[in-house]
Nanobody
Framework: QVQLVEAGGGLVQPGGSLRLSCAAS????????MGWYRQAPGKERELVAS?????????ADSVKGRFTISRDNAKNTVYLYLQMNSLKPEDTAVYYC??????????WGQGTQVTVSS
């Protein structure tokens, strides 16, 4: 099992920045890919960015150049971050941390709300 706990959401004005964090605990040794997804009201959940255990990253076209995903492997916890700059109202959504183990098992965090509004 993997437990994911997110933090860092909130209200920000357009053009502002936020940093999301996710702490992964449990069977972290078997985590392969981690990522951030988001779901806006009335829309499907979509991939924002992902990072492999080897450090390879992937971004949605809508966030390239504005968001940066990073990963810090500590002894008993893996920390996942999403630095979000130049935020736009269309970035408003609930953001979810995601982890995929080598077995294929998928885990989700509880989600954190990001609202971009003046």
């Amino acid at each position: 099992q993997v437990q994911l706990v997110e933090a860092g959401g909130g209200l920000v004005q357009p053009g502002g920045s936020l940093r999301l964090s996710c702490a992964a605990s449990g069977s972290i040794f078997s985590i392969n890919v981690m990522g951030w997804y988001r779901q806006a009201p009335g829309k499907e959940r979509e991939l924002v960015a992902s990072i492999s255990s080897g450090g390879s990253t992937n971004y949605a076209d809508s966030v390239k150049g504005r968001f940066t995903i990073s990963r810090d492997n500590a002894k008993n916890t893996v920390y996942l971050y999403l630095q979000m700059n130049s935020l736009k109202p269309e970035d408003t959504a609930v953001y979810y941390c995601n982890a995929v183990r080598r077995s294929g098992a998928v885990y989700w965090g509880q989600g954190t709300q990001v609202t971009v509004s003046s």
